[in-house]
């Protein structure tokens, strides 16, 4: 049973939801549009705002079913549920459903992880999501980095449970998960990190249309 969630969270894991919503609402293949990744934000900036809510929404719903169904099948035993948790993040970062082929290598393609890690540290211990959803929403539509609100969510996580463990309140297999995962949205983000030390890292929220208005402002001021 403990080797049928783990199957069942990477396959679960693996479902291209953003790629599906965006294809239904615009026609487009998300792989090909802006970054290529399948997840929330890319299919936001393919499809608009509600399709990336929705896929979203239903990459954190697939990694907390996810944990949720190993917890059922193990009696909740921790290391099968925190590598449940760790497996549908790896699924949806490297989806067998996106297998590409292209250029001679073989990949697997998909998002960066930060909703599907929500959504596992959900499924783990549900009143999480009260600290790791405002703190990644802050950074998200505040700070106006994506990549950032993603790599902080492992790390969020990661220090809840491992609070949590020293206390007594919880398993240490959890701070496992915590670390792993943030392994993954950092392997997944690093050219994003790259990015972001060399200071442009896409924007997004008020700051992306301040920058916008300040170089439609500076070519006014050339063309003057």
Request: zero cysteines; a positive charge.
């Amino acid at each position: 049973m403990g080797i049928l969630a783990l199957v069942l969270a990477y396959l679960l894991g693996s479902i291209p939801i953003g790629l599906l919503a965006v294809r239904l609402s615009t026609g487009k293949d998300l792989r090909k549009e802006h970054s290529g990744r399948t997840g929330g934000t890319n299919a936001m900036r393919a499809g608009g705002l509600w399709v990336g809510l929705i896929t979203t929404l239903f990459d954190f719903l697939k990694a907390a079913g996810a944990v949720w169904l190993a917890k059922v099948f193990t009696n909740e035993d921790p290391w099968i549920v925190a590598a449940a948790g760790v497996l549908s993040v790896v699924g949806h970062n490297y989806s067998i459903f996106l297998l590409d082929r292209s250029g001679g290598k073989i990949r697997f393609r998909g998002g960066a992880g930060g909703a599907s890690t929500v959504g596992a540290s959900t499924g783990i211990w549900a009143p999480s999501m009260l600290i790791i959803l405002p703190v990644g929403l802050v950074l998200l539509f505040g700070v106006g980095y994506a990549s950032l609100a993603t790599m902080a969510t492992g790390l969020i996580a990661t220090i809840i449970f491992f609070v949590r463990a020293l206390n007594g309140s919880g398993p240490w297999a959890y701070v496992y998960f915590g670390v792993i995962v943030e392994a993954l949205l950092l392997l997944g983000l690093k050219l994003n990190i790259q990015r972001l030390l060399q200071g442009n890292e896409r924007l997004i929220g008020w700051r992306a249309r301040l920058k916008r208005r300040q170089e439609k402002a500076k070519e006014v001021l050339e063309e003057q």
